[in-house]
């Protein structure tokens, strides 16, 4: 950029960003900020297969917003001892996570009989709703509203082992009731 923005560190960019000294100056540091995530989301994309040109544009508009909303997330790349590289794996773990959830996006299937199977969303929906009470909100707290397991452990009041093994037999169990039974809508 002409007036030197690009030549700014990560931690300055995001300062810039941040508290910069007029709208014009925070639009230009967040707009440098989307290029560079740009350019990291290409350099990810040769190590995660699957991630079409598409999908970089979502990444990218992800951790922007995520960096302008999560003070937690730029306070740890401030902290991280190479910016560049506590992003890059940011970026790729958040790839990795964003074709996991788009795994999910699958249409309903047809067999060759003609057989509609449930949508694997569906029939999720409907094993953690038999679930008990307790049990659903452990998995709510953990994967909806993104808490670590020591922080249900604390608001609990129970060990984090014990949370974690809570959450390891209800995801087992969970996995046993979604399998399909033997040739379901196969000939």
């Given amino acids: 950029m002409a007036d030197g923005i690009g030549e700014y560190g990560w931690r ?21 900020i989307r290029l560079r995530l740009t350019a990291l989301v290409r350099i990810a994309r040769r190590g995660v297969p699957g991630l079409t040109a598409e999908d970089c544009e979502d990444v990218v508009h992800h951790l922007v917003v995520r960096l302008r909303v999560e ?9 991280a001892k190479s910016a560049y590289a506590y992003l890059m794996r ?7 996570d ?14 060759r009989r003609g ?10 929906a409907a094993v953690v709703d038999a679930l008990p009470p ?12 993104n808490m670590t397991i020591a922080e249900i452990a604390a608001e609990a009041g129970l060990s984090y082992s014990a949370v974690a093994k ?8 969970l996995r ?5 039974p033997p040739n379901a809508g196969v000939n």
């Fill in 12 to 32: 300055d960019l995001l300062d810039l960003a941040e508290t910069g000294t007029g709208s014009d100056s925070v639009d230009r540091a967040w707009a440098e």
């Fill in 71 to 79: 003070p937690r997330l730029v306070e740890a790349v401030r902290e």
């Fill in 90 to 96: 940011v970026v790729r773990n958040t790839a990795i």
């Fill in 98 to 111: 964003f074709l996991r959830k788009r795994r999910h996006l699958v249409p309903l299937e047809t067999s």
């Fill in 115 to 124: 057989t509609v199977l449930p949508e694997p969303d569906l029939l999720l």
């Fill in 134 to 145: 307790a049990e659903r909100d452990l998995l709510r707290k953990r994967y909806w509203d």
């Fill in 166 to 173: 809570r959450l390891f037999r209800i995801v087992e169990n």
């Fill in 176 to 180: 046993s009731r979604m399998r399909f």
